[in-house]
């Protein structure tokens, strides 16, 4: 294989990789706080995917205040699916929470498809379309932010979940919810921060 197809396809790879990576990483925060799966995570993705073409393309939002609006929409909507959805079940067994996550999912997918069709949109960038050159290998800027950014929060994460107090309070709070409790540790507030910060 020709040496610069190699490095366009390892730097297309990458760029798609990213956007897989940060459904990844928001499954693995739920994860870490509640110690239960969110089958329900790429279609909340979707949803703030959608309100913020929603506010960008119809509602002329700038893109920066567009961004700044369906991240605090989200938290709204993240924020009231956990606690009038997901915590009702918590202390029921796994199976049950799995299933009402996969139930939330085809909710959401349906509340999509009425509210926006099923044809797709192309979402406004907010880069410039001019590529950057690498010798021959060309990539986006998009999808050289992409990449960036995601390796950005991978490392935030990691070292939240390692090293800070918010981030040790998730992981004990998902290993024994009980002597989380015991020890003065807000159990709901815990598993409603981990819902909404995924939903960013």
């Known amino acids: 294989m020709d ?40 279609e909340i993705m979707m949803l ?6 929603t506010l960008v393309s119809v509602f002329h939002l700038p893109f920066f205040l567009g961004f700044v609006l369906t991240m605090l929409i989200m938290a709204v909507l993240t924020a009231l699916m956990e606690m009038m ?6 202390g029921e067994p796994m199976l049950s929470i799995v299933m009402i996550t ?10 999509v498809g009425m509210t926006w069709g ?34 950005i929060l991978l490392v935030v994460f990691f070292l939240f979940f390692k090293f800070s107090s918010s981030g ?12 989380a409790f015991l020890m003065g540790i807000n159990v ?6 981990s819902w909404v910060i995924a939903g960013l």
């Open 85 to 90: 959805v997901v915590r009702p079940l918590v």
């Open 188 to 193: 709901k507030r815990v598993f409603t921060g």
């Open 118 to 151: 099923y044809e797709e949109f192309e979402y406004p960038s907010p880069f410039p379309t001019d590529p950057i050159l690498f010798g021959e290998v060309v990539i986006s800027q998009a999808e050289l932010y992409t990449i960036i950014c995601t390796a």
């Open 48 to 53: 703030g995917a959608y309100i913020g073409f």
């Open 168 to 179: 040790i309070t998730l992981r004990a709070t998902a290993e024994d919810t009980t002597a």
């Open 102 to 111: 996969i139930g939330l999912a085809y909710v959401i997918q349906g509340f």
């Open 3 to 42: 040496y610069q197809l190699f490095l366009q396809l390892t730097l297309t790879g990458l760029a798609w990789g990213s956007v897989y990576a940060l459904v990844a990483l928001s499954f693995v925060l739920i994860f870490k706080a509640t110690d239960t799966f969110n089958f329900a995570q790429p």
